[in-house]
């Protein structure tokens, strides 16, 4: 019923920028809220940004200054512009969704993209 794709991840120096990029489809009635989230190996997955549909961000202590998200709700899309890399940086990046589906609008669904490679090298 819902996809949320992800593109953008890769290799890059630390010091270095990347922009991740997820959009989302199919049967969705609204977006409340879009974030990112990011696992390293043998690490539990972590919160990195949120957006609200109104604005609202919030980010981890580790990005603050350097990452920023931001959401397209016409696109259904949200960005991740991550600066100044680092190396602890490095993990796969999960997109996540709260949302309301077409045809069930009284509930809340959580979706995740399939994860991009974020690779920084010191």
């Known amino acids: 019923q819902v996809q949320l794709v992800e593109s953008g991840g890769g290799l890059v120096q630390a010091g270095g920028s990347l922009r991740l990029s997820c959009a989302a489809s199919?049967?969705?009635?609204?977006?409340?809220?879009m974030g990112w989230y990011r696992q390293a190996p043998g690490k539990q997955r972590e919160l990195v940004a949120a957006?609200?549909?109104?604005?609202?961000?919030n980010y981890a202590d580790s990005v603050k200054g350097r990452f920023t998200i931001s959401r397209d709700n016409a696109k259904n899309t949200v960005y991740l512009q991550m600066n100044s890399l680092k190396s602890e940086d490095t993990a796969v990046y999960y997109c996540?969704?709260?949302?309301?589906?077409?045809?069930?609008?009284?509930?809340?669904?959580?979706?995740w993209g399939q994860g991009t490679q974020v690779t920084v090298s010191s």
């Open positions: 957006i609200t549909s109104g604005g609202t961000t």
């Open positions: 996540n969704a709260n949302l309301n589906l077409r045809g069930s609008t009284s509930y809340a669904y959580i979706y």
């Open positions: 199919g049967s969705i009635f609204n977006i409340n809220a």
